[in-house]
């Protein structure tokens, strides 16, 4: 019994130490969001993905804008359709790089 019980509190302590080891590896993954912007300034700007969710992203030095004419932040205006690539560790979350996409068909506006 004492046996089993050892073996148990190891495979707990080796499943943690992993958990310790991976999950900040996860935590500071790339995340990309897909939507149009709501509304955008110097240093910020909102993104709505049409299906109920609505980002804010600020503006990082050295931020990757791409698309033809559109490769800086002040290019990029109201309506674009953009996928915008974050960090899940950042608060406030910071735009990395912004993709610009074409209009989906399915566009009502």
């Known amino acids: 019994m004492r046996k089993v019980a050892s073996h148990l509190a190891l495979g707990a302590a080796g499943l943690l130490v992993a958990c310790c080891l991976l999950l900040p590896g996860l935590a500071s993954a790339d995340k990309d969001f ?37 490769a800086e932040w002040s290019k990029l205006k109201k309506k ?3 996928t915008v690539t974050w960090k899940m560790i950042d608060n406030p979350r910071k735009a990395y790089k912004v993709v ?5 068909k399915s566009d009502d506006d």
Do not use: A, C, H, Q
């Open 100 to 104: 610009v996409i074409p209009n989906p």
């Open 80 to 82: 674009d359709w953009v």
């Open 34 to 70: 897909t939507g149009r912007i709501d509304k955008i300034s110097k240093k910020k700007m909102i993104v709505d993905n049409r299906m109920g969710d609505k980002l804010t992203f600020v503006y990082v030095n050295g931020v990757t804008v791409v698309e033809g004419e559109k």
